[in-house]
């Protein structure tokens, strides 16, 4: 069986290589079980990708280089790991029988499912629990991208788990492969199955486009982008090294720590479209008042200001500093210039920068807010002080900076004493929502897990029919603050209501 070598880029390996991305969808109507595999099987047949196999560079035989850099102070040993990476094996012929292209589980319950089925509606705003993830993820499924080698087991895992009153599923693919973006073109190509739709195929080459338009980056940005001093020390603040004992016992530390002593727990956030849209166009209006119309903030910049103040505004005693890190997709910065978005004419296939579905993301260090100040500082502050800063920073220059820097540091949460540590992913773009599988409804639930589990005080946000969802991990009386500022909206939304009838 013919097949390629597909490299991946260092960003695939800088630690979402040791956790899985999963997100589950729930329907009280059920779906066809049967036309879900048959979707998922022609996805994977059409897109060759989906079928690969994870290997490592024979250059370095470990399947844990992980583990080698943060116990190796040897630059040559880990000079040696950043020239060898993961790859994907892609077969190009038909695959035989034996050859798993995807992993597929279905069970079925005579009893009602085992959590609450979530009300979402466009005036409600609660804290919603987590359901097991036994009920979307396959028990057999690897964790890690060194597991899926190391068992050969296909990229792609589709879970449905039917129960009296309810149906979910869920679908897993590995973080170290794929990003919410590539998760989100996987779901869009099996609900295009599903629904009889025609979908771009995704090119397979043995090329990563990604790695030679960052690698162009380098050499037409180099010496543009000097570190500014602020910058310097936030970095010194908000990160330390993987490559450092004390800086990765430090943040080990302290992850047990909020497990264990402050009761850190995995939920989600609902805020129904009625009662965020009242929020927003406040802060909008007040932005346009304020700047004269010269500046603007979007809702995601207004969904970062609001997690901010509602997870800490009530620590007003606090002496620590916030340190807010976002995560956002580079591929549109990175698609400014013809040759990062060839594609050819009439071919199905788009080699786009835009259709990358594998890693694309940096990271940016907000600047540092006083704990004590966020209850007295308005959303409208927060949201403009942070679309100032995104502005500022989302460049090239600035971009090849920051991913040179990472490339050579290795950067984990610093975990500092006198910080605390806020980690916002807003995955609106990806598109993770919305699919009906087939059938007419809508999701009833949604839910996503990626490093919640493993990092705390981390929260991404989707968009679902009726709202928005931010599933997260932080303290027990963190969660209890947000949930007295959700029903706070919800009381001020219904007052409003009645003094209009």
């Keep these: ?58 250059a370095v035989r470990s399947l844990f280089p992980k583990i080698i850099i943060f116990r190796s102070e040897c630059s040559r040993c880990i000079s040696t790991l950043q020239a060898s990476r993961w790859t994907i094996r892609i077969p190009l012929d038909s695959t035989p029988p034996s050859y798993h292209r995807y992993t597929f589980t279905s069970t079925t319950s005579l009893l009602p499912a085992p959590f609450a089925i979530p009300d979402l509606m466009p005036g409600s705003a609660q804290i919603i629990p987590m359901p097991p993830i036994s009920h979307f993820r396959d028990s057999s499924t690897p964790s890690t991208v060194a597991g899926l080698a190391k068992s050969k087991a296909p990229l792609i895992s589709v879970k449905v788990s039917t129960f009296v009153d309810c149906q979910v599923i869920g679908v897993t693919v590995p973080h170290g492969v794929f990003d919410a973006i590539g998760l989100g073109l996987i779901l869009k190509a099996i609900d295009a199955e599903l629904s009889g739709r025609e979908w771009s195929i995704p090119e397979v080459t043995e090329k990563n486009t990604l790695a030679s338009r960052i690698e162009s980056l380098s050499l037409d940005q180099s010496g543009n982008s000097p570190l500014e001093a602020l910058e310097m020390e936030r970095r010194r603040l908000g990160t330390g090294s993987s490559k450092s ?88 910065l990175l698609s400014t210039t013809p040759s990062s978005s060839e594609s050819i004419p009439g071919n199905p296939h788009s080699t786009s920068l835009l259709s990358y579905p594998h890693n694309a993301l940096s990271l940016l260090l907000l600047p540092s807010i006083p704990v004590s100040s966020l209850h007295s500082t308005s959303l409208f502050t927060l949201a403009l002080q942070s679309r100032r800063f995104l502005s500022s920073h989302r460049t090239l220059p600035s971009l090849s900076e920051s991913l040179t820097w990472a490339s050579s540091t290795h950067p984990v949460p610093a975990r500092r004493s006198g910080t605390d540590s806020l980690n916002i992913s807003n995955q609106v773009l990806a598109g993770l929502t ?50 007295r500022e959700l029903e706070r909206m919800v009381e001020e939304k219904g007052g409003e209501g009645d003094g209009e009838k």
């Design 1 to 58: 069986m013919r097949s390629i070598l597909f490299p991946l880029t260092d960003i695939d390996a800088s630690g979402v290589d040791m956790i899985p991305l999963t997100t589950g969808s729930l329907f009280t109507t059920p779906v066809d079980v049967q036309a879900v595999e048959d979707a998922l099987s022609r996805v994977t047949t059409k897109w060759k990708l989906l079928a690969g196999r994870m290997e490592w560079d024979h």
């Design 245 to 332: 004992y004390w800086d990765f016992g430090r943040l080990v530390f302290s992850l047990v720590k909020e497990k264990v002593w402050h009761g850190c727990e995995i939920k989600e956030i609902f805020i129904g479209n009625e009662v965020f849209a009242k929020i927003v166009k406040e802060v909008k209006e007040e932005v346009q008042r304020e700047t004269g119309g010269r500046e603007w903030v979007s809702t995601a910049d207004i969904l970062v200001a609001w997690t901010q103040k509602v997870i800490y505004g009530a620590e007003i005693t606090s002496t620590n500093q916030l340190l807010t890190t976002t995560v956002w997709d580079i591929r549109s």
């Design 434 to 483: 919305g699919m009906t599988w087939g059938g007419e409804e809508a999701e009833r639930g949604w839910w996503i897990w990626a490093g919640e589990g493993v990092m705390d005080h981390c929260i991404s946000w989707n968009k679902v029919h009726d709202g928005w969802v931010g599933v997260g991990s932080m303290r027990r009386e963190r969660w209890e603050a947000v949930e």
